[in-house]
């Protein structure tokens, strides 16, 4: 079956950076883009990126666009996102989310999501 | 910047059907898709391409199309049913979009 299992969160101060894991499993990693979205406590779901499934394209949400990276190792069936210059409001329960992309078909969605691992940007 | 917009809440009592809207400019022209997010876990997909369904999501969730909304459809509702829900699409350039949640009560 398919698992997403993310860590790396954890309390960071303004200005910081912190880098978040997803550990995937049950698929073939390498055939799907993969995103990061993101929840802050009490409010609703904000998408923060994905990836394609070679690394050639990624896309970002306005929001995070030059402070946040998103990677990945296909050999390590793994997701990153490196997270730079922390600001209070990117505070979120963050998921990753597998994402059966069909460009063509202009198909962007999330058919299996981890559990999430909770940043908090505070000093 | 695209936006979807749901209505905060809906109500409905056991066994009646409940409809939650998404509204969005672009809705015509890209799919939508549905989440379902119950407290303290991740959130689930029940609807994909405006209207199918996965496997294992039950069969009184649907979904319609109509213009520029989009609506979710629970047909029987459960008390289990009760859960935020959220609709997602994307404009042109690939930018995922993602409605404000409808909290739905089972009364």
């Known amino acids: 079956q398919v698992q997403l299992v993310e860590s790396g969160g954890g309390l960071v101060k303004p200005g910081g950076s912190l880098r978040l894991s997803c550990a995937a499993s049950g698929f073939t990693f390498s055939d799907y883009y993969m995103s990061w979205i993101r929840q802050a406590p009490g409010k609703g779901l904000e998408w923060v990126s994905y990836i394609s499934s070679s690394s050639s394209y990624t896309n970002y949400a306005d929001s995070v666009k030059g402070r946040f990276t998103i990677s990945r190792d296909n050999a390590k069936n793994s997701l990153y996102l490196q997270m730079n210059s922390l600001r209070a409001e990117d505070t979120a329960v963050y998921y990753c989310?597998?994402?059966?992309?069909?460009?063509?078909?202009?198909?962007?969605?999330?058919?299996?999501w981890g559990q999430g691992t909770l940043v908090t940007v505070s000093s | 910047s695209y936006e979807l917009t749901q209505p905060p809440s809906v109500s409905v009592s056991p066994g009646q059907t409940a409809r939650i809207t998404c509204s969005g400019d672009a809705l015509p022209k890209q799919y939508a898709y549905w989440y379902q997010q119950k407290p303290g876990q991740a959130p689930v997909l029940v609807i994909y391409k405006d209207s199918e369904r996965p496997s294992g999501i039950p069969e009184r969730f649907s979904g319609s199309s109509s213009g520029t909304t989009v609506t979710l459809t629970i047909s029987g509702v459960q008390a289990e049913d009760e859960a935020d829900y959220y609709c997602?699409?994307?404009?042109?350039?690939?930018?995922?979009?993602f409605g404000g949640g409808t909290k739905l009560t089972v009364l």
């Open positions: 989310a597998r994402a059966p992309v069909v460009v063509v078909a202009a198909e962007y969605y999330f058919d299996y």
């Open positions: 997602q699409s994307a404009d042109s350039s690939g930018t995922v979009v």
